[in-house]
């Protein structure tokens, strides 16, 4: 069956330091990956999204950047981290192009800039 | 462009009565609609989907909703609440990205607390 691993589920970091948080999939080859960032009082909003490895689609400007090293590990970074990119990450997959596809989630990350 | 608005951020009950949680959605074609369920601490789940079949359509734990084309509406609603039911809800409408790639829209999500 499928699964998707995502870490860490809480972080604390300074302004000013980096980030790396890693999703990764298992039980399903060539998946849609997505990077999704809840803010608090709003719905989710798509950060990222790959259709394979090595290409990444971004749906907002930001201080953020994704990779896709590998075809099921999908990678959101930061080089210096801001108090606005506080909030509740999730990394989702999904099989298909269609719509009609529901998307599978991680359990999330807690991210607090301090 | 597709939008969903979720009326209510917050929705109290009691537990074994009726649950209604809103939704309107704008779309320029025929969507996909989905309801998701965040409970504390985990993941997001799939309650349900309307992808243009039944228009009334059932998902897990006792949930249902009616897709209404006249009213723009997709609201959740559950005959008898339960306490394990307490969690925030999310509206989704399928969408198109910039780059022409399919994406879901999340509504602001309903916080559903159930008092005993």
């Known amino acids: 069956s499928q699964t998707i691993h995502q870490w860490p589920a809480t972080l604390v970091q300074p302004v000013g330091s980096p980030l790396s948080l890693e999703c990764t999939v298992e039980?399903?080859?060539?998946?849609?990956l997505y990077w999704y960032r809840q803010a608090a009082g709003r719905g989710l909003q798509l950060l990222f999204y790959?259709?394979?490895?090595?290409?990444i689609s971004s749906e907002v400007p930001q201080n953020l950047s994704a990779s896709r090293p590998q075809d099921r590990q999908f990678i959101l970074s930061s080089k210096k981290l801001l108090l606005s990119d506080s909030g509740f990450y999730l990394c989702?997959?999904?099989?298909?192009?269609?719509?009609?596809?529901?998307?599978?989630f991680g359990s999330g990350t807690q991210l607090s800039v301090l | 462009a597709q939008s969903v608005t979720q009326l209510d951020s917050h929705v109290s009950v009691s537990e074994g009565t009726p649950v209604l949680l809103r939704c309107n959605y704008s779309?320029?074609?025929?969507?996909?609609l989905f309801w998701y369920v965040q409970h504390p601490n985990k993941g997001l789940q799939l309650l349900l989907k309307?992808?243009?079949?039944?228009?009334l359509v059932k998902g897990i734990n006792g949930f249902e909703a009616e897709f209404k084309k006249s009213e723009t509406s997709f609201h959740l609603t559950k005959p008898s609440a339960h306490m394990s039911d307490a969690a925030e809800y999310f509206c989704?409408?399928?969408?198109?990205?910039?780059?022409?790639?399919?994406?879901?829209?999340f509504g602001a999500g309903t916080r559903l607390a159930v008092h005993p």
């Open positions: 989702a997959w999904r099989e298909g192009q269609t719509t009609n596809e529901k998307l599978f």
């Open positions: 779309s320029s074609y025929s969507p996909s």
């Open positions: 989704v409408v399928s969408g198109f990205s910039s780059g022409g790639y399919n994406k879901l829209i």
């Open positions: 309307y992808t243009s079949a039944a228009t």
């Open positions: 039980g399903t080859s060539n998946p849609n």
């Open positions: 790959s259709v394979g490895i090595g290409q």
